[in-house]
């Protein structure tokens, strides 16, 4: 049998089926059957026609296949070699992609070594999760146009995160839908954007967050880790008066004269955009109308060079007027990373190109966010910052290696994330070479399930980049790897509670269920584990 296309598509049965690869299928001798079976996250229920995409050196080109009506697929006929598999299905993560990444996703690279077949076992699907409802104003007219978010609940805490969720605009009738989450516990919240250009005045409201809040609280997050979709939300927002702020904003040499500059006003910590502002030109004045009592910054963001300034704008009841607005360009957070390796028993430092950098300002919120690799001399130039502003710098470490050491100006910062400040001097980032491993083996009773996470947490609860986490096998064994020296506790719970493990308040709570380990430098160790019931 011959097949002309450069892919080979296949249905997945229990029989004995045949996929082909560069025309041909490999002889039975030299090749064996990879299998598995794939279920949804909520009921555990076999899921049919999931799409499977396999590649390998040993392909000529990748080959796709279908699990059949039973969640199950048998893929015959592939060689020797190193394969990766890509599961995907309409309305689920694909298991390798980006967002799915960030929760608890199985390794989907495998080995061949014919005669013997290859068993992935079970591999579960997360459904894409929904939640809907209806912002409405105060007099119950339906509130069209409102930008709807959600701050996703990690360790205890709602926080801005870039692309965690995307916004979802209500319709007409005041109706949104929050699509593609995660599961998770979310803290929903609209908010009217009230940027108006020239002299118009929109309709101004603060945000508020659900059910009806002008602050985030975990406590009204919306749990949708059991189940795909929650409707019904309602909320309203209040239309708001208030004064004029009127100013200028001044021409720069990197802002002329007739440039367009964006003003806008936020609340400080908010996650919400502004809530009210205008289209600013430099060398002429502006006026933002009905801003109400309070505390703000203020944004100036020129549209040409993307350059911006942020400053601090306090309202009473009385019109702000000479406001001077200045956009130059913004601070640099700069500094180098380097890899530690013991080599005949001396420290080897060299550069780390590997490092991919995150820096968030809890005050800055939606402008307050930075992210870019570290270059091949292992220097990284995080632009674009606000001069004196904190950031909190979170470095992805790459696998073999871990975070020693950061440090700006000369001073080791603690946490992570490293709170850094922009133009406070150069940061270094000291990654080594010598973690520790520790594996082991789950200790359950007959039809027990499986823990969700294995967590390694530092004595230092506030040292976030030390924590490691681990999904155990079908077999119940468990591996954590690039463990800094120092002293731990091991926990194996069945439920992973939005991340809530990196709270050290609820780690106490299970204090005597952890077991303690101790880590040296390279040291490799090997424990049993008892599951931790976490959820009744």
Same mark, same amino acid.
């Given at each position: 049998?011959?097949?002309?296309?450069?892919?080979?598509t296949?249905?997945?049965?229990l029989?004995?089926?045949?996929?082909?690869?560069? /025309?041909?299928? @490999?002889?039975?001798?030299?090749?064996?059957a990879?299998?598995?079976? %794939?279920?949804?996250? %909520?009921h555990?229920?076999?899921?049919?026609?999931?799409k499977?995409?396999?590649?390998?050196s040993?392909?000529?080109?990748?080959?796709?296949a279908?699990?059949?009506?039973?969640?199950?697929?048998?893929?015959?006929?592939?060689? *020797?070699g190193?394969?990766?598999?890509? $599961?995907?299905?309409?309305?689920?993560?694909?298991?390798?992609?980006?967002?799915?990444?960030?929760?608890?996703?199985?390794?989907?690279?495998?080995?061949?070594?014919?005669?013997?077949?290859?068993?992935?076992?079970?591999?579960?699907?997360?459904?894409?999760?929904?939640?809907? /409802?209806?912002?409405?104003w105060?007099d119950?007219?339906?509130?069209?146009?409102?930008?709807?978010?959600?701050?996703?609940?990690?360790?205890?805490?709602a926080?801005?995160h870039?692309?965690? =969720?995307?916004?979802?605009?209500?319709?007409?009738?005041? &109706?949104?839908?929050?699509?593609?989450?995660?599961?998770?516990?979310?803290?929903?919240?609209?908010?009217?954007?009230?940027l *108006?250009?020239?002299d118009?005045?929109?309709?101004?409201a603060?945000?508020?967050?659900y059910?009806n809040?002008?602050?985030p609280?975990?406590?009204?997050?919306?749990?949708?880790?059991?189940?795909?979709?929650?409707?019904?939300?309602l909320?309203?927002?209040?239309?708001?008066a208030?004064?004029?702020?009127?100013?200028?904003?001044?021409?720069?040499?990197?802002?002329?004269?007739?440039?367009? $500059?964006?003003?806008? %006003?936020?609340?400080?910590?908010?996650?919400a955009?502004?809530? @009210?502002?205008t289209?600013?030109?430099?060398?002429? !004045?502006?006026?933002?109308?009905?801003?109400?009592?309070?505390?703000?910054?203020?944004? @100036?963001?020129?549209q040409?060079?993307?350059?911006?300034?942020?400053?601090?704008?306090?309202?009473?009841?009385?019109?702000v007027?000479? =406001?001077?607005?200045? $956009?130059?360009?913004?601070?640099?957070?700069?500094?180098?990373?380097?890899?530690?390796?013991?080599?005949?028993?001396?420290? *080897?430092?060299?550069?780390?190109?590997?490092?991919?950098?995150k820096?968030?300002?809890?005050?800055?919120?939606?402008y307050?966010h930075?992210?870019?690799?570290?270059?091949?001399?292992?220097?990284?130039?995080?632009?674009?910052? %606000?001069?004196?502003?904190?950031?909190?710098?979170?470095a992805?470490a790459?696998?073999?290696?871990?975070?020693?050491?950061?440090?700006?100006?000369?001073?080791?910062?603690?946490?992570?994330?490293? !709170?850094?400040?922009?133009g406070?001097?150069?940061?270094?980032?000291?990654?080594?070479t010598?973690?520790?491993? =520790?594996? /082991?083996?789950?200790?359950?009773?007959k039809?027990?399930?499986?823990p969700?996470?294995?967590?390694?947490?530092?004595?230092?609860?506030?040292? &976030?980049h030390?924590?490691?986490v681990?999904?155990?096998?079908?077999?119940?064994s468990?591996?954590? *790897?690039d463990? @800094?020296?120092g002293?731990?506790?091991?926990?194996?719970?069945?439920?992973?509670?939005?991340?809530?493990?990196?709270?050290?308040?609820?780690?106490?709570?299970f204090?005597d269920?952890?077991?303690?380990?101790s880590?040296?430098?390279s040291g490799?160790?090997?424990?049993?584990l008892?599951?931790?019931?976490?959820?009744?």
């Amino acid at each position: 049998m011959t097949n002309l296309k450069p892919i080979a598509t296949a249905i997945c049965l229990l029989s004995n089926l045949a996929l082909i690869h560069g /025309g041909i299928a @490999a002889p039975q001798d030299q090749a064996s059957a990879v299998l598995c079976h %794939i279920v949804e996250d %909520i009921h555990r229920q076999p899921l049919a026609r999931a799409k499977l995409t396999i590649s390998g050196s040993s392909l000529s080109g990748p080959m796709v296949a279908y699990s059949d009506s039973n969640g199950s697929c048998r893929i015959n006929a592939l060689p *020797s070699g190193d394969y990766v598999m890509i $599961v995907e299905k309409a309305g689920y993560f694909p298991l390798n992609s980006e967002a799915y990444s960030r929760g608890r996703a199985p390794s989907l690279k495998f080995t061949m070594a014919p005669p013997a077949d290859t068993d992935l076992g079970e591999i579960t699907m997360v459904t894409s999760r929904s939640i809907e /409802g209806v912002v409405r104003w105060q007099d119950e007219e339906p509130a069209a146009h409102v930008l709807v978010h959600a701050l996703r609940v990690r360790g205890g805490k709602a926080a801005f995160h870039v692309g965690d =969720v995307l916004l979802a605009p209500t319709n007409d009738r005041g &109706e949104f839908h929050l699509d593609d989450l995660l599961p998770g516990s979310y803290v929903v919240y609209a908010y009217l954007q009230g940027l *108006s250009p020239g002299d118009a005045r929109p309709r101004i409201a603060k945000p508020v967050f659900y059910p009806n809040s002008s602050v985030p609280n975990i406590g009204d997050a919306i749990d949708v880790r059991s189940i795909p979709n929650i409707s019904g939300l309602l909320m309203h927002i209040e239309e708001l008066a208030g004064v004029t702020v009127s100013g200028t904003v001044r021409e720069t040499p990197e802002v002329p004269k007739g440039s367009r $500059v964006l003003l806008g %006003i936020y609340i400080p910590g908010n996650p919400a955009q502004p809530f @009210a502002g205008t289209m600013g030109v430099a060398g002429s !004045p502006f006026t933002i109308y009905d801003v109400p009592r309070g505390s703000y910054l203020l944004i @100036a963001i020129a549209q040409t060079q993307k350059l911006r300034n942020i400053q601090s704008l306090t309202v009473d009841t009385e019109p702000v007027r000479d =406001v001077d607005v200045s $956009v130059g360009r913004g601070q640099e957070i700069s500094g180098r990373a380097i890899l530690v390796r013991m080599e005949n028993g001396v420290d *080897s430092a060299s550069a780390s190109p590997k490092v991919y950098l995150k820096a968030e300002s809890e005050k800055l919120q939606f402008y307050g966010h930075l992210e870019r690799g570290v270059g091949a001399d292992g220097a990284f130039h995080l632009q674009d910052a %606000i001069a004196g502003e904190t950031y909190l710098l979170d470095a992805i470490a790459p696998a073999g290696t871990y975070i020693s050491n950061v440090e700006q100006n000369g001073r080791t910062l603690p946490g992570a994330p490293f !709170p850094v400040t922009a133009g406070g001097g150069e940061v270094q980032i000291t990654l080594r070479t010598d973690g520790g491993t =520790v594996a /082991g083996i789950i200790k359950k009773v007959k039809d027990e399930q499986l823990p969700e996470i294995v967590v390694l947490a530092p004595s230092n609860r506030s040292k &976030e980049h030390l924590f490691r986490v681990a999904t155990p096998l079908k077999d119940g064994s468990f591996k954590v *790897s690039d463990i @800094a020296p120092g002293d731990y506790s091991l926990f194996a719970f069945d439920k992973n509670e939005n991340d809530a493990y990196l709270a050290s308040e609820y780690l106490d709570k299970f204090g005597d269920k952890g077991v303690p380990l101790s880590i040296k430098a390279s040291g490799s160790y090997t424990r049993e584990l008892t599951i931790i019931r976490v959820l009744n």
